[in-house]
């Protein structure tokens, strides 16, 4: 089985401030992890994805993630935040094999203050 | 605009209608998926079509029925829902169901609201 854990539901940062969501994921082979935003009224939208290449992963919009195997952990940062960033963020785990499927956290709600 | 389309985007239905949800995707994908998304939940898999054929059915009520006629189209008929059947739903697509690297797109999903 595999599940990922996003602690809290909300993070609130000041605009130019680090981003900082924190991810934890559990998983009995090599996963391969993403992260998704959802902005207010739409779907998700791809941010980056580990899959067992370069464990510092970078994506859209500045953000980037790294993949620490010891920490089972794939933290999603960005060094200076933008009003545009005001989002819900999904982190999901999947992996290799015929019936894994993308398991989605909960979700955590960034708001950017002015 | 993704190539993912869900309509409609609002749906308010009494609990004895019975009302479809579309999603159509222009991407050439294999892998259709439609998810449940509630508030303070995770997202919920509700149903996974491979090549148009339904390959998971997560425990999902009866009143829920999805229908994939080409890998192109997914439908969710509803009939007979329940007030907490009111969520985010939320249609997604992926080149093949094996396919792990890709990830999965997603449509901007039908607000259903049950009254």
């Known amino acids: 089985a595999q599940s990922v854990t996003q602690l809290g539901s909300h993070v609130s940062v000041s605009e130019g401030a680090l981003v900082l969501l924190r991810c934890n994921y559990s998983?009995?082979?090599?996963?391969?992890l993403f992260w998704y935003v959802q902005y207010p009224n739409q779907g998700l939208q791809l941010l980056l994805k580990y899959t067992s290449a370069a464990t510092l992963v970078k994506g859209i919009n500045g953000f980037e993630a790294e993949f620490k195997k010891s920490e089972t952990s794939f933290h999603l940062t960005k060094p200076s935040a933008h009003m545009s960033d005001a989002a819900e963020y999904f982190c999901a785990v999947t992996s290799l094999g015929a019936n894994s499927k993308l398991t989605f956290g909960k979700g955590i709600t960034l708001s950017v203050r002015p | 605009e993704t190539g993912v389309t869900q309509t409609p985007r609002h749906l308010v239905m009494g609990m004895t209608n019975k009302k479809s949800l579309k999603c159509e995707q222009h991407?050439?994908?294999?892998?259709m998926y439609w998810y449940k998304q509630s508030a303070k939940k995770p997202l919920e898999l509700m149903f996974v079509?491979?090549?148009?054929?339904?390959?998971e059915n997560n425990s999902v009520p009866s009143r829920f029925s999805p229908e994939c006629p080409n890998s192109s189209h997914l439908f969710l008929h509803l009939h007979t829902l329940q007030p907490e059947d009111s969520a985010l739903y939320l249609c997604a697509s992926s080149p093949l169901i094996t396919d792990r690297f890709y990830g999965y797109t997603f449509g901007s999903g039908t607000r259903l609201t049950v009254v």
């Open positions: 991407l050439g994908h294999n892998a």
């Open positions: 079509y491979s090549l148009e054929e339904r390959v």
């Open positions: 998983s009995s082979v090599p996963p391969y």
